[in-house]
Every structure is written in C-alpha cells, then in structure tokens.
C-alpha cells in the first residue's frame, strides 16, 4: 500500500477560524440529520438516509478540495459533504419534505440526492456506484483541457479534478472497477473516496472482498490510501495529498476511509437483524463529532461557550428551516415533466 501522505500534515497549516467551520459544518449535519430520524418516525416525511457517523470524513474532504469549483460526484449519505460546500438546512428540509423550491430535483427526486450547478454538484442516479465512471469521464475532460491548453494547471477558478465518493458496497459494481481503471491508465485527476462503513445495508465487508479494499488500488495503477475515516484530521491529509496530485498531473488516488454507520442503513431498515448492539456500542465511542470536539478543546480552538452557542443557533436555524419547508408549496403537477426531455429543438 503507498501511503505518502502521513508526512504531508497538511492539517497542520488549518487555521482555528477554518477549524471552527468544519466543527460547525459537522454539527449542523448531525443535528439536521437527528431532526429528520424524528420526523420520520412522526410520519412527517416518507425516508430518511443518514450520515451519522460519517461526518468527520465527510467534511474533512470537502475542506480539502477547491469547494465548489472542483467536479463532485457525492452519494446519498454524503449530507455532511454537502453542507461543507454550502448546502443549506432550508434546501435539505424542502428535499425531505419533497416540496417544490427544492434545489436538486424541485422536489421530485428522492432526498439526498444532491445536485447543484452551481456548486459544482453533479446529480447521481439510484443505482450505486455509476457516479463514479462518470467522475472519471470529467476527470479524463479535464485531463483532456490541459493537454490541449484550454485550462492552465494553476487557475484555482476552473475546475481542476473530479471527485466521487461511494460506499464499499458500491466498489462490488462493475462499474466502480471499470473507473479504477480508467483513471489508472490515463492518469486522471480524480479522487475516488471510498467511505468503508462496513457494511452494504445487511452485508458485512468480508462477505464482499478477500482482500482489504486499498490493496485493490494497486492493480489499477492509482494511489492507495487508507485512513482512519473517524479523525478529521487524517482524513483531510489523505484527501489534500491527492488533490495536489491531481492539480499537478501525478494521477488517480483511492481513498478507503475507514468508519461506522452508526444508525440503521435507512429509515426503511433494522440493523438489530445483523449486527449486535454491543458492535454498534463500541463505534459510538469513537464518534467523529464528539472525537473531533475533544480535540478542538483540548487545543483551546474551541470553548464550551463556543460549542453551546453553536448548538442553539444551529437548532434554530434547523426549527425555522423546518417550519418553512412545511409551509412551502407541493411541485406543480402540470411540469411533472420538465427537466425530463430537451426543452429547446435543435
Ligand atoms: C446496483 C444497485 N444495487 C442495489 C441497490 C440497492 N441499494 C441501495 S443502497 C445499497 C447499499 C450500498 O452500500 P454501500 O455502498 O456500502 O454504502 P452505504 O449505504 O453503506 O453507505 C444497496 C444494495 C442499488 N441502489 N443499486
């Protein structure tokens, strides 16, 4: 496995401002997330799938890409990813509430499929995993607009990668091994983070693979590097070292960050059916919030002063979102079908 990045410390140089932000960002995920698991089990909203537990990985990478300029293909449990690159509580609740206004789909995709022109946000399909040859086809455009000398390598206002997260059980696709590939030979500026939490709704990781998932890398000609998906720190360094070697034409990387579902995989499912209490028990003293949390305190970055005005002005911006997600209209049944086909002839 290479692992060049544990020297890099790139975290290191995060000032405690940015610091504070990913905190925040962190916690407005969780407490968002939290408020939805209660919606639904009022019948308020028809699904939920969540990022708990994910969270500290999620943002730590998302502060370490040009956010919003940079290509990003994230899946359904990336809600902390998105949050980090400015989706907003108002846009998540009108997603879950399925309300027009709402900014991937106006409402008519399923929640958490993220989507954003403008942040650079490429909308996802259903089906796991085909987000990720799509990344590599932006990134193999990228790739392309350099060679030709449409996009100079250090114009920090184009987009000079694409990234894509997944799940493990995701990399058990075809499709995923057809993007290692491709971004192998052609040396792509891609970024593949796999978000191992181990399990692929009720099957375990070792019922999917013989091998660890980073040992994969190396027959695809990319970067491997696993990291501890629970400290932010890690994880920023992990995804900030292949960036830079995206940005400077030194190829693909394989991140496998390695954390937990803390919760069921969606509303729709028990997790009591195939894992033990005492398993989930044991990673929930391992949270990323609470670890990440310490740390800040621990180097004064972070005040309890600090983290309960955090937390009371994060629930009243997720109260308010809520309430004017319920008020906000339903999609119009008469454009039920725009956005489906090309509106304009050629
Ligand atoms: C091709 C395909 N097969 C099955 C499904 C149903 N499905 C949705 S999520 C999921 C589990 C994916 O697990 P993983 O990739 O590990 O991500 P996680 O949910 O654990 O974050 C499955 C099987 C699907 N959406 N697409």
């Known amino acids: 496995m290479d692992s060049p990045v544990t020297q890099a410390q790139y975290a290191t140089q995060l000032s405690d401002d940015t610091l504070r932000d990913m905190y925040r960002a962190m916690l407005l995920s969780r407490r968002l997330d939290e408020r939805c698991w209660a919606l639904h089990r009022q019948g308020k909203i028809a699904f939920h799938v969540s990022a708990i537990g994910h969270e500290g990985l999620q943002v730590a990478a998302a502060f370490a890409l040009n956010r919003g300029i940079d290509f990003t293909y994230p899946y359904y449990r990336d809600l902390a990813f998105c949050i980090a690159l400015g989706l907003t509580p108002l846009d998540f609740m009108l997603s879950v509430f399925g309300k027009a206004g709402e900014p991937s789909s106006g409402g008519r995709q399923m929640p958490s499929h993220w989507s954003s022109r403008e942040k650079h946000i490429v909308s ?4 796991v995993a085909v987000q990720v040859p799509q990344a590599a086809g932006t990134a193999f455009a990228i790739n392309y607009k350099r060679k030709v000398g449409l996009l100079a390598a250090d114009d920090t206002t184009q987009p000079r990668l694409a990234y894509a997260s997944v799940g493990e059980g995701g990399t058990s696709q075809g499709e995923w091994h057809e993007a290692m590939n491709w971004a192998g030979i052609h040396k792509l500026p891609f970024i593949c983070m796999v978000e191992n939490n181990q399990y692929a709704i009720s099957v375990p990781f070792d019922k999917q693979s013989a091998v660890p998932l980073v040992e994969r890398a190396h027959g695809y000609g990319v970067i491997g590097v696993q990291v501890d998906g629970n400290d932010v720190f890690a994880t920023y360094d992990a995804v900030r070292a292949a960036a830079e070697r995206a940005y400077t034409g030194e190829g693909a ?6 954390t937990y579902r803390l919760v069921p995989h969606s509303s729709d499912d028990d997790d009591r059916s195939y ?19 310490a740390e800040l305190l621990n180097q004064g970055v972070l005040t309890q002063a600090r983290i309960d005005a955090f937390e009371e002005a994060i629930q009243a911006s997720i109260t308010e979102a809520q309430q004017q997600a319920e008020a906000a209209p339903d999609p119009d049944i008469a454009s039920g079908l725009s956005g489906v086909y090309a509106e304009e002839t050629i």
């Open 124 to 127: 996802q399909s259903s089906v």
């Open 253 to 258: 990387t394989l991140i496998e960050a390695i």
């Open 275 to 293: 894992r033990t209490r005492e398993e989930v028990q044991e990673w929930k003293q391992k949270d990323p919030l609470l670890r990440f949390q």
